[in-house]
């Protein structure tokens, strides 16, 4: 059983930084691609970033393409995702999840899921 902990999240002033984390326990990390997705109150969960297995390809949503980036640490078993010139529109529950090697943007592909962090982005 794969085991996702989100962390890092927070109240943040527009333009400001954060960076999240996601530890995983169980499974072998280092075969599972990893995705970061955000739920805002009343909408629908959406693709931020995705990662694969390597760390040799990344994706982003077009919406923080140049402002986010994905990485890993197989060593550590933590996938981050570093969020820069935060915009009040980022507000959102921030949620990490697995999958088997390939990068998806869908969330149904996504097998595990962590219990998400919310970051608040202020004006």
């Known amino acids: 059983q794969v085991q996702l902990v989100e962390s890092g999240g927070g109240l943040v002033q527009a333009g400001g930084s954060l960076r999240l984390s996601c530890a995983t326990s169980?499974?072998?990390?280092?075969?599972?691609?990893m995705g970061w997705f955000r739920q805002a109150p009343g909408k629908e969960r959406e693709f931020v970033a995705a990662?694969?297995?390597?760390?040799?390809?990344?994706y982003y949503a077009d919406s923080v393409k140049g402002r986010f980036t994905i990485s890993r640490d197989n060593t550590k078993k933590t996938v981050y995702l570093q969020m820069t010139s935060l915009k009040p529109e980022d507000t959102a529950v921030y949620y990490c999840?697995?999958?088997?090697?390939?990068?998806?943007?869908?969330?149904?592909?996504?097998?595990?899921w962590g219990q998400g962090t919310q970051v608040t982005v202020s004006s």
């Open positions: 990662i694969n297995w390597t760390g040799s390809r990344t």
């Open positions: 999840a697995s999958r088997w090697m390939v990068i998806s943007t869908l969330a149904h592909e996504y097998e595990y």
């Open positions: 169980g499974g072998t990390f280092s075969s599972r691609a």
